[in-house]
């Protein structure tokens, strides 16, 4: 469970103590660049995105009565903030994206790069979320279920499934590395 | 129970992120040396999460990432304004300072709501130290105990207790005290009373402690209060309602009733009314204490319909007057003083002359006031109304009737002057009228009154001069002096009024009326022919028309009116003339009223009618084929009319529907969008 500290600094965020907030901002913000990373898979956006949902976090504090909620409200606001930024994107032609890494398919491992990134996007967003938080941050599964709201066997199951799919994807390269 | 190898992705997968059990991993392991497939999987997971360890890693944020973040959120935020609003902040989290704050919140409000009610919070009054201390005077004995600081609540006794102590203060001052009050008593009621309240407010601050004095006043206090009543000056007086047989024997009762209670009867009125019953007031004067006593017996003489018991306090203007007179009192010795010193000056004797007779008089006035006072404070003042039972009982009917007769007759005229000419003592005319309209049609109007012993032979009479429409009697009783019903009250009879109504014949309704059509070749001779029979029957023609349409058929129109006696003689006769047709008869059947059948006019409106010899133009194929295209076109005019409305109605509703699923699919499409 979360401990009395913990909690203390949550409940002083809800009430407006600025400290408090950029003490949690200090220790939530790569959870929340994992998450926005897994949705975007771009760093200067996942890193805007992160950004914007503290502010708004910060606006909106006093909405939050439960303490305890903290972390998986502003994992929910960081996750809206990044889909907003991907659909606002999506208006843009999707064949630029697709042309620059052709430009610069050069070497073995930007081929791989590429392989991984449709690999992850054809994931679903949970599982992204999932996969980038043990990546990034190797997040114990617990710290996870907290901050998306999953129970174990329900996150066992996401982790799971999300290799096996990315492993579907990737089955030439990884034949071709073995 | 699924298996490892049913979840072997699970299972692989927590495996490479280390967040399997001691016991999970060996049992995964054992599976892999079994299961083949599995193994291959386990390879292949083993490669991928590597891969994507390194691919994250390079992706992985630089160590000021945080900073960073915190340094951009300062720049969007910017911390308003440090000092106090922080200090307000951070006080704001301490739980004692919010329930402080409630509170004081709740304080205001309060104090909000006393400036808007102007309601003064209960505090301490200083009258009440001021009326404590006027106890505190008049007890002698509990000086020390009588408490310096006095609790706020005993504020009001301590008040009522200084002007009750004021009150008699005046009462034992008068030098006159009134007949029935001893003087010696009027100097002890006022200090017991006062001793027993102090001793009870002393009770309640020091329990215990003056027992035995509270005791001691306590045994006063009976007597304080009695004879604090006897000072009063009270007048009583009530008032009852009752009501009675018989007037007389009530009378002699109270008189008896008042000599047992040792009073008197100071007035007694009565009054007849029309149907002989009585009913008065009596004035009895008891003494007070018998009042009661008195009342009780006075229900017993009947039926008590109100009783009303007042008491008025005439003490404080009695003995207003009374300190008034003692300085009038005072005032008259002086001058008469000074008429016995001062006698060489006669102006001012005339003028202490003249002041002595206006304090004198004022002395009478004042002397008269008080012995009314007494008076009316000695005996106590009953006034019993006092009314026979059945008051309202009539004395006697009157019998009014009124007749309504509706007459026709052939001269309206004559029959106006022969019943004009019926006037006597006895008949009276109060109004007759004759009218004429433009039209020549002649009606009578009369009113009469008629003595009681010949109105039927009148009425009679009068209705032998036409014929009778309508005849109506209405008779009323009135019941005069009361009202209600009586057994043995008399009852008369009235004069007869008679409204008459003559009109012509003519005017009169038909008995019964009668329309047929004739058919004959000559339309003209008939018509005549007619007339005859019509004559001949006792008829009279109305009214006749001939006429001739542009295809040479023939018409006559006459209408006639026959007594119903030749009615049947006449319909029968007709059968001479041509083919009858179209027989309709209405009968007017006048229910109620009384008809002489026989002499009743029957109308009948015949006509007599040719067939013309010429084809008329609606007929044929031509006006059929016009007919029949004109009438399609209607019908197809009509139906698009009706398509048009059709239209017109289902079409806004078409469009809402159409908006209304694009709506949905539009919001069903973001919603997917964002589920991306």
Redesign the interface.
Known sequence: MMDANEREMY??AI????DAF?MI??TH??AL?AIA?GILQN?EEA?DA??DA??KA??SHWRLRDPGKFPAWLCMIARYRA?DV??KR?TVPISDEMTEPVESETTDTTA??RQ?YFALAALP?LHRSA??L???EEM??QSIEKLLGLSNGAL??I??????S??EH?KPA?AS?? | MATIHDEIDNWLAADVHAQLSEKERHELHTHLVECPTCRKLYQENKIMNQILEEKFMQEKQDAAFEQRMVARFHDRIPDPSGGISKLIVDLMRLRAMQITAVAAVLLALMQVGHLITREQPSFKEPAATAGYAMVDKLETRNKQVAATNAPPSFGALGKSDSRRADEATTFATGSTAPQNVPVPAAKSPAQPDKKVRSAEIERTIVPGSNESVAEGYGTSSETATTSSSMNRKLIRSAEVEVEIASFDDAIQKITALTNEERGYVATTSSEKQANGKLKGKVVVKVLPENLDRFLQKIRGLGELKNQTLGTEDVTKAYFDTESRLKNARVMEQRLIDMLKKKSDDINDLLQVEKELGRVREQIEQMQGELKYWDSQVQFATVTIQLSEKDMEEPAAFLLKERAQLALYAPDVEKIYNDIKSLASPKTQIKNAQLDRDNTGRVSARISMLIAPEESDAQIAHVKTMGRVQNFQVQTERVAQGGSGMSENARTKRDKVELNMTISREEQEQAFQETSLRIRTSAVDDRAKELRNLAEKHSGRIRSSTFSRDPDGREFANVTLRVPMRNYNALMQSLGALGKVENVSVQRQDRSGAQVDEANAPADMSIQVYSQGNIVSSETGLIATLRNTLGQGAAALAWSLRMIGVALAFLAPWAIALAAIIWVVRRVVRVRAGRGD
């Open positions: 409940r002083a009430h407006g103590d600025r950029e901002i200090r913000s790569r660049f990373y760093r890193e992160v950004q503290f502010v910060w606006k889909r991907f659909r999506r791989l790069d991984l967003e996969l980038t043990r990546y990034f114990d599964y066992r199951g982790l799971g499934r999300a290799l096996a990315m492993r990737l990884l590395l073995e």
